[in-house]
């Protein structure tokens, strides 16, 4: 389980693209970099928080 917020993913948020230009990947969970790591745990909890924002927007205009 992933504990993060969202101040926390807006700071990590500018080293994630600066780390894909570098890198031409994404970050890694199976690292052993700590930052790299956590900016992995960052893209995961940056999905869920769209996936969720989009099902509640679906709800939402499926009841309209």
Do not use: G
């Amino acid at each position: 389980r992933i504990k993060m917020d969202f101040e926390e993913a807006k700071i990590l948020w500018p080293k994630i693209v600066e780390f894909r230009k570098l890198h031409d990947k994404e970050p890694s969970l199976n690292t052993n970099h700590p930052l790299e790591r956590r900016m992995a745990e960052c893209i995961i909890y940056l999905k869920k928080v769209v996936f969720r924002f989009q099902y509640c927007v679906k709800l939402i205009f499926n009841r309209l």
